[in-house]
């Protein structure tokens, strides 16, 4: 008896321990969540909730994916919008180079978080050869700001060969176009460059904002588990 009652004690504060690991680190979780909503932000219905998770569920790249087609469609539809023109100039191409270019600045961007490196690499390409080729893409051009801006927020690896990478690609693209016969001037190359920054300085402070969070949660779950190791040291002696 004296031995089973032993025993017994020696298990009860490992079932406890559990329970209290799972208890803090539910409550660690809950209160991240709550912590990155704004006060603002209405309570969602049951409804709303299931919708947000069944989107959360997709992969990624299907997410992004979704956008980057979006853009695709609004770019073959005749808007009347003539998209980004950098180098002003106008040429007869086949009827297939234009949707070709189309998809090829918009449809990279599914990889915009797996690959920014890649999908900003795709992109850039096809915006040099439409603005080379002068034929109208609509606004699918808007597809390297988004491809910038990923990027900059997402990019692990390698960030600063990249970005000077793309700074000199971006000075050969202006060197071709002028010799093409652009009209554009020194100062039309720094002042789309200086365009070109703006997502990139708004995808470095999301990045910055993406570091502080995944810190915080570690953080969060380095004192759940410490305070379940004191609470079992406790329980034991």
């Given at each position: 008896?004296?031995?089973?009652?032993?025993?017994?004690?020696?298990?009860?504060?490992?079932?406890?321990?559990?329970?209290?690991?799972?208890?803090?680190?539910?409550?660690?979780?809950?209160?991240?969540?709550?912590?990155?909503?704004?006060?603002?932000?209405?309570?969602?219905?049951?409804r709303?909730?299931?919708r947000?998770?069944?989107?959360?569920?997709?992969?990624?790249?299907?997410?992004?994916?979704?956008?980057?087609?979006?853009?695709?469609?609004?770019?073959?539809?005749?808007?009347?919008?003539?998209?980004?023109?950098?180098?002003?100039l106008?040429h007869?191409?086949?009827?297939?180079?234009?949707?070709?270019?189309?998809?090829?600045q918009?449809?990279?961007?599914?990889?915009?978080?797996i690959?920014?490196?890649?999908?900003?690499?795709?992109?850039?390409?096809?915006?040099?050869?439409?603005?080379?080729?002068?034929?109208?893409?609509?606004?699918?051009g808007?597809?390297?700001?988004?491809?910038?801006?990923?990027?900059?927020?997402?990019?692990?690896r390698?960030?600063?060969?990249?970005?000077?990478?793309?700074?000199?690609?971006?000075?050969?693209?202006?060197?071709a176009?002028?010799?093409?016969?652009?009209?554009?001037?020194?100062?039309?190359?720094?002042?789309?460059?200086?365009?070109?920054?703006?997502?990139?300085?708004?995808?470095?402070?999301?990045?910055?904002?993406?570091?502080?969070?995944?810190?915080?949660?570690?953080?969060?779950?380095?004192?759940?588990?410490?305070?379940?190791r004191?609470?079992?040291?406790?329980?034991?002696?």
């Amino acid at each position: 008896k004296h031995r089973h009652f032993r025993s017994d004690d020696h298990r009860r504060p490992s079932r406890e321990s559990r329970r209290i690991v799972s208890l803090r680190v539910g409550r660690a979780a809950e209160h991240d969540s709550v912590e990155a909503m704004s006060p603002l932000t209405p309570a969602r219905s049951p409804r709303a909730r299931q919708r947000l998770a069944w989107w959360l569920a997709l992969p990624v790249a299907a997410r992004d994916s979704i956008g980057g087609v979006g853009l695709g469609v609004l770019s073959l539809l005749p808007l009347g919008v003539q998209g980004v023109a950098l180098g002003e100039l106008h040429h007869h191409a086949a009827p297939w180079v234009s949707p070709v270019l189309i998809a090829a600045q918009t449809l990279p961007l599914a990889l915009r978080r797996i690959r920014p490196g890649v999908a900003l690499a795709i992109v850039g390409l096809a915006f040099a050869a439409a603005q080379l080729a002068g034929v109208g893409t609509g606004v699918a051009g808007l597809g390297l700001f988004v491809a910038i801006y990923s990027f900059a927020a997402y990019q692990r690896r390698h960030r600063v060969v990249i970005d000077g990478g793309a700074t000199v690609a971006y000075a050969v693209l202006a060197y071709a176009l002028h010799v093409e016969g652009s009209p554009n001037r020194l100062i039309d190359w720094v002042t789309f460059f200086l365009v070109l920054t703006t997502p990139w300085f708004i995808g470095q402070l999301v990045r910055r904002r993406l570091a502080e969070q995944e810190s915080r949660e570690a953080r969060i779950a380095q004192r759940a588990v410490q305070d379940a190791r004191n609470q079992l040291a406790r329980d034991l002696h």
